[in-house]
């Protein structure tokens, strides 16, 4: 079983920046997907970016620019550096891992929350 445990969420004004990580454990053979995703109110989940083992990333068009993903091979544990942010980014915040290249497993989600 994998376990995965996101911090970093919060309230931050129009502007600022936050930092998303996300340790993953537990029965874990080899991580080659790692990815950040968010759900606004009344809204579908969306991907917002993910990184693959070799480093290849992939980012939503909103975020292209003020969002970094990188991720930490031995210590199974991803980041989501968000920058610029915007009073639209407000979700809750979601990880997710996969030994294939899709997510696999899921964190609990964290609250992203931008004042205007």
């Known amino acids: 079983q994998v376990q995965l445990v996101e911090s970093g969420g919060g309230l931050v004004q129009a502007g600022g920046s936050l930092r998303l990580s996300c340790a993953a454990s537990?029965?874990?053979?080899?991580?080659?997907?790692m990815g950040w995703y968010r759900q606004a109110p009344g809204k579908q989940r969306e991907l917002v970016a993910q990184?693959?083992?070799?480093?290849?990333?992939t980012y939503t068009d909103s975020v292209k620019g003020r969002f970094t993903i990188s991720g930490d091979n031995a210590k199974n544990t991803v980041y989501l550096q968000m920058n610029s942010l915007k009073p639209e980014d407000t979700g809750v915040y979601y990880c997710?891992?996969?030994?294939?290249?899709?997510?696999?497993?899921w964190g609990q989600g964290t609250q992203v929350t931008v004042s205007s």
């Open positions: 997710a891992v996969g030994a294939v290249v899709r997510p696999q497993h």
């Open positions: 990184i693959l083992r070799g480093g290849m990333t």
């Open positions: 537990g029965t874990i053979f080899r991580i080659n997907f």
